[in-house]
């Protein structure tokens, strides 16, 4: 396994994306989706990037890529039609200590970026290691249904209910069971179904359950 899977906080800190086509679109969009602090450096820009622009999303510098541009960034996309310039990205990149993806040479990158499905905090990473993207895809779309969007909701749920059973059940092997309880529960199916009020309730049975029993092996 060549590459290291790892996931990068990327809030705040300085990335650059070298093209405005289409590829360097989609690669904006999923650092902005992460909060990074995005430059985009291009001639030209497509109208959805422009419009990152004018609203103050994005800064922009309208110009050929140039060596000084990468001084103090944390990471670099390589995102242009010319294989010759993401190159040249590729190799400044590394003099300066800087993280590099180029989106037409895997080998010369520091990180690829895998096919992912979102939901909330659930992410899922799928990755060929640049060898089959249309593989990667196909994967990506099986687990979206697979993993639909009452997976969501369940986790931002479970995120609430996390800090109540940890203040309500300090026992950590009582704690370990809630949390298998909840997830192998029809919680899920209810969620799915759109009857997410008697999912909650279905959620703070369980707890309760479990805070009883702790209650009884105390006494």
């Known amino acids: 396994m060549r590459h290291y899977p790892i996931y990068v906080d990327l809030r705040g800190r300085p990335c650059v994306v070298v093209g405005g086509g289409e590829v360097a ?69 590394k003099q300066e200590g800087v993280l590099v993806n180029l989106v037409d040479d895997a080998e010369g990158s520091d990180f690829i970026v895998p096919s992912i499905v979102v939901r ?10 640049g060898k089959s993207p249309a593989l990667a895809k196909q994967i990506r779309q099986e687990l979206e249904v697979r993993y639909g969007r009452e997976y969501a909701v369940f986790l931002d749920m479970m995120g609430e209910l996390r800090k109540e059973v940890i203040e309500l059940i300090p026992d950590s092997s009582r704690k370990e069971e809630v949390f298998r309880s909840l997830v192998k529960s029809d919680i899920l199916q209810l969620i799915a179904r759109g009857e997410n009020v008697l999912a909650r309730e279905k959620a703070r049975s369980i707890i309760a359950w479990e805070e009883e029993q702790e209650e009884g092996d105390t006494k």
């Open 120 to 129: 909330s905090d659930l992410v899922i990473s799928i990755s060929t290691g």
């Open 25 to 93: 679109e989609r690669k904006v969009c999923s650092l902005l989706d992460s909060q990074a602090q995005v430059t985009v450096i291009s001639p030209q820009l497509t109208s959805v990037l422009e419009a990152l622009w004018r609203e103050g999303r994005i800064d922009y510098r309208s110009q050929e890529f140039h060596e000084g541009d990468l001084k103090g960034v944390f990471l670099v996309i390589g995102a242009t039609d010319n294989p010759e310039i993401n190159s040249h990205i590729g190799i400044r990149a």
